[in-house]
């Protein structure tokens, strides 16, 4: 009876961990391979240089991946921001891309948040417009990523 009990109980806590994030199930149980990437850098802007921070997200579609050729590739930003003292502005957006080969390099651009309505004069993350990230990768016959980089571009 005992052990009924506190295998119930280690059953619901598991449950509840999952529920919540706390527990990671490796991305080829949902039937994907996702690796994120850390975004970083220097944006030149009005303001002055914006610290770059953030993640990328690159996703594949199930492994293996038929037909091998051409690959088809997703990202998506997540918390990527180009802030200092005076402003703080938000990229944001998700693309999707086909590639020929499973080491062709690719590029993604990405619009920072919409400028406030009315829109101001001068407005710091409107001048920037969009995010510029290149992209390269390798993706092995079994559907694994390696050797994944994202570069932003300076805007100037």
């Given at each position: ?50 610290a770059l921070s953030g993640t990328v997200h690159i996703v ?50 990405y619009p920072f948040a919409a400028p406030p309505n009315p ?38």
């Amino acid at each position: 009876m005992k052990t009924t009990s506190l295998f119930r109980l280690f059953l619901a806590a598991l449950c509840a961990a999952l529920l919540a994030g706390a527990v990671a199930v490796p991305s080829h149980a949902a039937g994907a391979v996702t690796v994120r990437i850390p975004l970083a850098g220097t944006l030149s802007s009005s303001a002055g240089p914006l610290a770059l921070s953030g993640t990328v997200h690159i996703v594949l579609p199930p492994s293996p991946i038929i037909p091998s050729n051409p690959i088809r590739v997703e990202t998506n930003l997540s918390r990527v921001t180009a802030s200092n003292d005076q402003v703080t502005c938000h990229a944001r957006g998700a693309q999707q891309f086909t590639l020929d080969t499973a080491t062709d390099p690719f590029t993604g651009t990405y619009p920072f948040a919409a400028p406030p309505n009315p829109v101001r004069p001068g407005d710091v993350c409107q001048e920037l417009g969009e995010l510029t990230v290149d992209f390269q990768l390798t993706v092995t016959e079994g559907g694994e990523i390696t050797g994944a980089t994202a570069t932003a571009r300076t805007v100037t």
